[in-house]
């Protein structure tokens, strides 16, 4: 529960987010991808930068491990609101690395954000226009972790642990158990 001196403290930020969600415009640009048509991030920059100037706003998105946390604040008193969300991990596009993917995520996630976040219209509204799909059940196998460091722990040499690692799979080698147990056994390998 918020007390009066918390509502007051951001009353500036509250009050400019508001008047700057009045001026600005529905941003559209027909970007296409994914089955519909969008603003792309510069787009979006050229339309709110300088709104948010106007109102004493900004904004930051700092990576932060594997989230994209979004900061809007207002330049005069300092005050702030916050978003964060994770990047999805273990996705696959077809033609592309797994730099290549995060990379995308990472752009489609600020994107997102931002349009949240700053309460702005970026795309085409498509819910009417879509049908629902059944979804396919696919079978999710939990990530055996204790199989994994036991399998780890049979090493002997440096080069078996090694063979071992390249088999994991990306979410294993992801996970910090298991990555905290190769590091021990490499050391006493060593």
Known sequence: MKTNETK????????????????????????????????????????????????NLGFTQPIMGNCVKTIVFHTETGETIESVIEIPQGVMLKGMNEFQVMGSAITYIRRYALSSILGLVTDKDTDAHGEQEKPVKTEVKPLNVIGIKHTLKGASTLSELQNIWTTLSNEAKLNVEINQLKDELKKQLQ
């Open 8 to 55: 007051k403290e951001q009353q500036s930020l509250f009050k400019s987010l508001a008047a700057f969600q009045q001026e600005v415009p529905v941003i559209h640009k027909e970007t296409k991808g994914y089955g519909y048509s969008y603003a792309d991030l510069p787009t979006i920059f050229d339309k709110i930068n300088p709104l948010l100037a106007k109102h």
